[in-house]
């Protein structure tokens, strides 16, 4: 399974971007898939999520502003990043929790990440 991100870079406050998350070996529509982002000198935190089934959750940080969807056809996960701040700087990953067994045990697989910068 691999996870390839793009779509960052840097964007002044008020801006947009997109991310986008290519996945191989594994269906995005199979697993439970989400963003993720790390601040500088910060741990990494859940951005938004997307389950199997499509149903959608969201860090209170971000609701309102960001977006997650999918791309069954293309395999892609995206999420669009509007109202950005320069809170939002970090380096943000793409996660799949891949289902390893019945039981529903899980591994967790990430990208290389991608870095956000919102400055003016």
């Known amino acids: 399974v691999q996870l390839v991100e793009s779509g960052g870079g840097l964007v002044q406050p008020g801006g947009s971007l997109r991310l986008s998350c290519a996945a191989s070996g594994t269906r995005v529509s199979s697993n439970p898939m989400g963003w993720y982002r790390q601040p500088p000198g910060k741990q990494r935190e859940l951005v938004a999520a997307?389950?199997?089934?499509?149903?959608?959750d969201y860090a209170d940080s971000v609701k309102g502003r960001f977006t997650i969807s999918n791309d069954v056809a293309k395999n892609m996960v995206y999420l669009q990043m509007n109202s950005l701040k320069p809170e939002d700087t970090a380096v943000y990953y793409c996660?799949?929790?891949?289902?390893?067994?019945?039981?529903?045990?899980?591994?967790?697989?990430w990208g290389q990440g991608t870095q956000v910068t919102v400055s003016s």
């Open positions: 997307i389950s199997s089934g499509g149903s959608t």
């Open positions: 996660n799949a929790q891949i289902i390893v067994n019945v039981e529903g045990a899980t591994v967790d697989v």
